[in-house]
């Protein structure tokens, strides 16, 4: 079945850093991409997402590719900032799932000042 | 655009009784609804899906008589855990599409705590 695989966390960085969270996916078909973010006790925005190979989502400064060669979604941020920590989760939908959404296990990332 | 209220925040009750958790879309027609369930530093795990109108469909595992789930309008969707027990303390979410192809927007999710 579909699956979402992302790096595992936690993850650590300082204000200002370059951040990259890796996710890949094993899905059949061509799926939709999406990243989604989680502030603590709240739930889940969508952040970004890309529909077919090659589109590049972006938004807030974070940008992800969709790599159908390598099967990747790659988030990545060039400047973090402090109010970025939080929870980011790897997702794709497809046709044959009836837009179910396969999350990965969610990336927890913190940044310090 | 496209919000989707979630009621209650929190809810802490005694063990055996049955709580009820509403999911709207504010500004917009839901056709299908999910309801998810989230264990502490977990990923978040569909319970069911649910169309205006229709039966629920549950995902393996899922007791469709302990979570009972009315979707009665297009905008609002009810997720009843009844007889709760402590092992159902748990983060719930759900979240509603407006339409195919278009991406899930999700409630701010309910903490159920079961004493």
């Known amino acids: 079945g579909d699956s979402v695989t992302q790096m595992e966390g936690p993850v650590t960085l300082s204000e200002e850093a370059f951040l990259t969270i890796n996710c890949t996916y094993t899905?059949?078909?061509?799926?939709?991409l999406f990243w989604y973010v989680q502030y603590p006790g709240e739930g889940l925005q969508l952040l970004l997402k890309?529909?077919?190979?090659?589109d590049k989502g972006s938004n807030k400064g974070f940008e992800a590719t969709y790599r159908k060669e390598t099967t990747s979604f790659h988030l990545e941020k060039g400047s973090v900032q402090v109010s970025d920590s939080a929870v980011y989760f790897c997702?794709?939908?497809?046709?044959?799932?009836?837009?179910?959404?396969?999350f990965g296990q969610g990336t927890r990332l913190t940044i310090n000042p | 655009g496209a919000v989707v209220s979630q009621h209650p925040s929190r809810v802490i009750c005694k063990s055996g009784t049955s709580v009820k958790i509403e999911c709207r879309s504010l500004?917009?027609?839901?056709?299908?609804m999910f309801w998810y369930r989230q264990f502490p530093k977990q990923s978040l795990m569909l319970m069911a899906t649910?169309?205006?109108?229709?039966?629920?469909?549950?995902e393996q595992g899922v007791e469709k008589d302990k979570f009972l789930i009315n979707h009665a309008s297009l905008t609002l969707s009810t997720l009843t855990v009844t007889s709760a027990h402590p092992e159902d303390s748990s983060f719930y979410i759900c979240?509603?599409?407006?339409?195919?192809?278009?991406?899930?927007?999700f409630g701010d999710g309910t903490r159920l705590s079961i004493l």
């Open positions: 979240s509603a599409v407006q339409g195919s192809n278009q991406p899930q927007h």
């Open positions: 899905a059949t078909g061509y799926p939709s």
């Open positions: 890309a529909t077919k190979a090659d």
């Open positions: 997702a794709l939908s497809s046709i044959q799932g009836a837009q179910k959404l396969v």
């Open positions: 500004d917009f027609q839901a056709t299908t």
């Open positions: 649910s169309n205006e109108g229709s039966k629920a469909t549950y």
